[in-house]
């Protein structure tokens, strides 16, 4: 595609949902480049967490073939389905590529990591587990017929200031799940998802991600939030009009 035409054939629609997309799942399909067969191509399942920008974290073992795979060559892909229907290749999907580097010594990270996947305290018992972010490069994504890209690392990820709202997330997430669960049940009801006690993940400028009625459920601000302050005046202004239309709905 002429990637001079974004804003033709749905370019930045197309950029949104695959950013909604790979936000709403929690496994995919980790491709590499084998080592032990040079230049053929070696695929596994690994759990991920997107960041801010949209790169997926990823926590390996040294002791995993994609891993040794990655020593040698450092390029990746994160492939991310939509698999509600009942026939997958008529769903979403989306392909991240980019190059894997190692990441040490990020405690909010891990902290992100861990309320995504609670499982993951077993793993960080075993020390040679260690965080991997795929830097996206490019993406390849298929909303539907008609509706297929390759989309620009640059597009692709959020370029947004967020250090204030990357402080303030954990302690924003641990408030509305202790102090606010009913008004978590209210969004996801807005989703068409009944859940009475669903548990808040992340947030980030974009939206938030939660789990509920066992499943991962996103849902998007009406616009980006870049700290506490915007945030907290997001979740009051979307509560209020959602209590609003429910009380019409009587």
């Known amino acids: 595609m002429d990637y001079g035409e974004k804003d033709m054939n749905g370019y930045r629609e197309a950029v949104q949902e695959a950013r909604e997309l790979a ?18 191509p070696f695929g596994s399942v690994a759990p991920y967490v997107l960041d801010y920008a949209g790169d997926a974290l990823l926590l390996l073992s040294d002791l995993a ?4 795979n990655l020593k040698r060559d450092d390029r990746m892909s994160l492939l991310v ?16 590529l980019g190059r894997a580097c190692v990441v040490e010594g990020d405690a909010a990270m891990r902290t992100r990591y861990r309320r995504y996947v609670p499982k993951a305290d077993d793993y960080f018992r075993i020390h040679d587990f260690r965080f991997y972010r795929l830097q996206v490069e490019r993406v390849r994504y298929i909303g539907g017929f008609g509706n297929i890209h390759w989309i620009r690392g640059e597009d692709y990820r959020y ?14 997430v641990q408030h509305m799940n202790q102090d606010h669960v009913e008004a978590l049940s209210l969004y996801c009801r807005s989703a068409g998802v009944e859940d009475p006690a669903p548990r808040l993940l992340g947030i980030d400028p974009e939206g938030f991600d939660m789990e509920a009625a066992g499943r ?16 907290r005046a997001e979740f009051t202004r979307t509560v209020r009009t959602l209590r609003e239309g429910a009380a019409g709905n009587l």
């Open 23 to 40: 936000h709403s799942h929690l496994n995919g399909l980790l491709s590499t480049l084998s080592a032990e067969m040079a230049g053929w």
């Open 65 to 68: 073939q994609h891993s040794h």
């Open 81 to 96: 389905w939509d698999d509600s229907g009942a026939d997958i290749q008529q769903g979403g999907r989306v392909t991240l």
């Open 159 to 172: 370029s947004g200031d967020a250090t204030a709202l990357w402080d303030a997330e954990e302690s924003a």
């Open 216 to 231: 991962r459920l996103r849902l998007r601000f009406s616009a980006p939030v870049h700290d506490a302050a915007s945030l």
